[in-house]
């Protein structure tokens, strides 16, 4: 029996927060002046920001992430003491030096004209204001600012290992996301990221050889010849000025070098696809390759979740690996093709699972990378064939477990003991978390919960309990013990086939829960005349009942089971003889860590 998930074709219309939801709204307008020799830079921002909370703000915070690449940051000195360094990182921070490292600085700031005093904390800046911000109100934070692109080490940063010029991520003072929890001022200290959502104005200065591209819409392509065979315009001066516009966004990044090749694809959704990769003669003929492939998983994703609201989306040839940001990815580009086209595949699916919902990442980081994990491995299976792509997702859980090493997806993503911790647990634990809960409620529920999300909660901060009630809305079944169980706690999902045995005409099955969380129960039987039945046992805390499995006909619902019963006795009416299998979860949905006690064979 084979677990397939049915892709329905639906229209989404886009969000509707839930009853008392608010979030803050920023619109940067910024001009920036890079110095490509010196690898500095100088700005100035103005951020309208609009206080929509029901609170009286008299501060204000900034995230300053260039700040972290200096020796002894926090950064740094987590890279270098824990126990499994990222080894794009390891001690490389340390060794930067002044002329290497990244730095971003204030050097003036006003409030609507008035003069502000501001404290730098290494990655966060703390500014009194001058007049408190009442709950309605908008204010304008006028910024004039500097920085240094570090050498590149982590996401961001100039001269990559494969010769792109600049990589710019995290590079601006960007504000600090305030909702009903209050400030997150989390420190950059290698993990995800929060925003404001908000529209971005942006002015970029540099070299006129560089060919620039990134989020927001291009507003003076003839000026630039960005999109034309031109790679340089005759114009006077040694510099141009390419200005980008981006709506209803919480992040931008852009890269820029003098040697990328841009390509363009018109989507059959009317999106635009950007490819800038260098002009290396190893790389070209995979990034071509890439673009029409890129056109067919934008086209499922679109039917699978709901469409890609910007009519542009960039891949970039740049940073330390791959990393989503709002309408574009940068990725590393010499690549094999298939795994060019895995991580481009999963930066992409990231424009649902953070750049349209956008969880916290650094609180939800399984909701972010697990989702998105679900997503690509759906989009393998469906467009590629491989039934098995959401096998390595539960491999490495059960590893993770079997070395001891797990932490509860509740763990802020920089608190994790083990960066194996982190990555099993976001991405592949979070990711299970989707492709289990088909193996709850059925298939068709969950992908009918995940486009009902995107259709309620897209540009909005969700969290957890939002999905968990959207589930429960779509499938009728009660679902906090689910949540609670696989990411607020440890523990693990363990059953036991404990006996079997002949009762004349029936089969007594004694059933068993080894391990602390609680899951339905499919007992598959197999006939030795090669018929199949299912018997679904559902936990008693669901108080509901999801439908039988596509292509099962043989299908009986058998009593509830309680959760702190560990015992659970089924009468089959069948006489042990015929029967030649009997198997716990024959679809292998349930992460269930010992396999070995799930299947009962009769050799008699």
Same mark, same amino acid.
């Given at each position: 029996?084979?677990?397939?998930?049915?892709?329905?074709?639906?229209?989404?219309?886009?969000?509707?927060?839930?009853?008392?939801?608010?979030?803050?709204?920023?619109?940067?307008?910024?001009?920036?002046?890079?110095?490509?020799?010196?690898?500095?830079?100088?700005?100035?921002?103005?951020?309208?920001?609009?206080?929509?909370?029901?609170?009286?703000?008299?501060?204000?915070?900034?995230?300053?992430?260039?700040?972290?690449?200096?020796?002894?940051? =926090?950064?740094?000195?987590?890279?270098?003491?824990?126990?499994?360094?990222?080894?794009?990182?390891?001690?490389? *921070?340390?060794?930067?030096?002044?002329?290497?490292?990244?730095?971003?600085?204030?050097?003036?700031?006003?409030?609507?004209?008035?003069?502000?005093?501001?404290?730098?904390?290494?990655?966060?800046?703390?500014?009194? &204001?001058?007049?408190?911000?009442?709950?309605?109100?908008?204010?304008?934070?006028?910024?004039?600012?500097?920085?240094?692109?570090?050498?590149?080490?982590?996401?961001?940063?100039?001269?990559?290992?494969?010769?792109?010029?600049?990589?710019?991520?995290?590079?601006?003072?960007?504000?600090?996301?305030?909702?009903?929890?209050?400030?997150?001022?989390?420190?950059?200290?290698?993990?995800?990221?929060? %925003?404001?959502?908000?529209?971005?104005?942006?002015?970029?200065?540099?070299?006129?050889?560089?060919?620039?591209? %990134?989020?927001?819409?291009?507003?003076?392509?003839?000026?630039?010849?960005?999109?034309?065979?031109?790679?340089?315009?005759?114009?006077?001066?040694?510099?141009?000025?390419?200005?980008?516009?981006?709506?209803?966004?919480?992040?931008?990044?852009?890269?820029?070098?003098?040697?990328?090749?841009?390509?363009?694809?018109?989507?059959?959704?009317?999106?635009?696809?950007?490819?800038?990769?260098?002009?290396?003669?190893? *790389?070209?003929?995979?990034?071509?390759?890439?673009?029409?492939?890129?056109?067919?998983?934008?086209?499922?994703?679109?039917?699978?979740?709901?469409?890609?609201?910007?009519?542009?989306?960039?891949?970039?040839?740049?940073?330390?690996?791959?990393?989503?940001?709002?309408?574009?990815?940068?990725?590393?580009?010499?690549?094999?093709?298939?795994?060019?086209?895995?991580?481009?595949?999963?930066?992409?699916?990231?424009?649902?699972?953070?750049?349209?919902?956008?969880?916290?990442?650094?609180?939800?980081?399984?909701?972010?990378?697990?989702?998105?994990?679900?997503?690509?491995?759906?989009?393998?299976?469906?467009?590629?064939?491989?039934?098995?792509?959401?096998?390595?997702?539960?491999?490495?859980?059960?590893?993770?477990?079997?070395?001891?090493?797990?932490?509860?997806?509740?763990?802020?993503?920089?608190?994790?003991?083990?960066?194996?911790?982190?990555?099993?647990?976001?991405?592949?634990?979070?990711?299970?978390?989707?492709?289990?809960?088909?193996?709850?409620?059925?298939?068709?529920?969950?992908?009918?919960? &995940?486009?009902?999300?995107?259709?309620?909660?897209?540009?909005?901060?969700?969290?957890?309990?939002?999905?968990?009630?959207?589930? =429960?809305?779509?499938?009728?079944?009660?679902?906090?013990?689910?949540?609670?169980?696989?990411?607020?706690?440890?523990?693990?999902?363990?059953?036991?086939?404990?006996?079997?045995?002949?009762?004349?005409?029936?089969?007594?099955?004694?059933?068993?829960?080894?391990?602390?969380?609680?899951?339905?129960?499919?007992?598959?039987?197999?006939?030795?005349?090669?018929?199949?039945?299912?018997?679904?046992?559902?936990?008693?805390?669901?108080?509901?009942?999801?439908?039988?499995?596509?292509? *099962?006909?043989?299908?009986?619902?058998?009593?509830?089971?309680?959760?702190?019963?560990?015992?659970?006795?089924?009468?089959?009416?069948?006489?042990? =003889? =015929?029967?030649?299998?009997?198997?716990?979860?024959?679809?292998?949905?349930?992460?269930?860590?010992? &396999?070995?006690?799930?299947?009962?064979?009769?050799?008699?």
């Amino acid at each position: 029996m084979k677990a397939l998930f049915f892709l329905l074709f639906c229209t989404v219309v886009l969000a509707q927060p839930k009853p008392g939801y608010w979030q803050q709204h920023v619109s940067y307008t910024m001009d920036v002046a890079i110095d490509v020799k010196a690898f500095r830079y100088t700005g100035t921002q103005d951020l309208i920001y609009t206080n929509k909370s029901p609170d009286t703000l008299k501060r204000v915070f900034y995230h300053l992430y260039f700040n972290a690449f200096q020796p002894n940051s =926090e950064m740094d000195v987590r890279s270098r003491s824990i126990v499994d360094p990222d080894v794009r990182v390891g001690a490389r *921070i340390e060794k930067l030096s002044p002329d290497e490292i990244g730095y971003l600085h204030a050097t003036t700031l006003h409030q609507d004209g008035v003069s502000l005093s501001f404290q730098e904390e290494e990655t966060l800046l703390v500014v009194p &204001l001058a007049t408190p911000l009442v709950p309605g109100a908008s204010t304008t934070l006028t910024m004039r600012f500097e920085g240094q692109v570090p050498k590149q080490i982590r996401r961001s940063g100039r001269n990559s290992e494969e010769g792109v010029a600049l990589s710019m991520t995290q590079w601006y003072p960007k504000l600090a996301e305030y909702d009903h929890e209050g400030w997150h001022t989390n420190p950059y200290i290698g993990r995800e990221f929060h %925003g404001v959502w908000g529209d971005f104005d942006v002015k970029l200065t540099l070299d006129k050889r560089y060919v620039v591209g %990134g989020t927001g819409y291009l507003q003076n392509p003839a000026e630039v010849g960005h999109g034309y065979a031109e790679k340089m315009k005759k114009t006077k001066g040694k510099t141009l000025t390419w200005h980008f516009v981006a709506p209803n966004v919480h992040d931008f990044a852009w890269a820029a070098d003098p040697d990328y090749i841009h390509d363009t694809l018109e989507a059959d959704s009317g999106v635009t696809l950007h490819f800038f990769y260098k002009n290396n003669p190893k *790389i070209i003929e995979n990034w071509k390759r890439l673009q029409p492939d890129t056109a067919k998983l934008l086209s499922f994703f679109n039917n699978a979740i709901g469409p890609y609201p910007y009519k542009q989306y960039t891949v970039l040839q740049g940073g330390d690996g791959g990393m989503e940001y709002a309408m574009c990815t940068l990725i590393t580009g010499e690549r094999t093709y298939p795994s060019l086209y895995g991580v481009t595949s999963h930066e992409l699916a990231h424009s649902w699972f953070q750049h349209v919902l956008a969880f916290n990442e650094s609180k939800y980081a399984w909701m972010d990378e697990g989702f998105t994990v679900f997503l690509d491995a759906l989009g393998e299976q469906s467009l590629n064939g491989n039934m098995a792509a959401f096998a390595p997702a539960y491999e490495d859980y059960r590893q993770v477990v079997a070395d001891g090493l797990e932490e509860p997806l509740t763990t802020h993503a920089d608190r994790f003991d083990t960066n194996t911790a982190y990555r099993t647990g976001s991405y592949d634990k979070g990711a299970v978390f989707l492709s289990q809960l088909a193996y709850v409620i059925g298939p068709e529920a969950v992908i009918k919960s &995940l486009r009902l999300f995107y259709k309620e909660f897209a540009f909005t901060h969700p969290t957890p309990n939002d999905f968990k009630r959207i589930a =429960e809305k779509a499938s009728g079944i009660q679902l906090e013990w689910y949540l609670n169980d696989w990411t607020r706690t440890t523990n693990v999902i363990d059953y036991n086939i404990k006996s079997v045995t002949n009762k004349g005409a029936q089969t007594e099955v004694v059933l068993e829960r080894v391990g602390g969380m609680g899951m339905p129960i499919d007992l598959g039987v197999l006939y030795k005349n090669g018929e199949q039945a299912v018997h679904y046992i559902p936990l008693q805390m669901m108080f509901g009942e999801k439908p039988p499995l596509a292509g *099962i006909s043989n299908w009986a619902v058998e009593e509830d089971w309680a959760w702190a019963r560990p015992i659970y006795t089924l009468l089959i009416d069948a006489p042990l =003889e =015929e029967i030649s299998q009997l198997r716990i979860d024959p679809t292998g949905l349930m992460a269930d860590i010992d &396999l070995s006690n799930n299947v009962f064979e009769n050799t008699k």
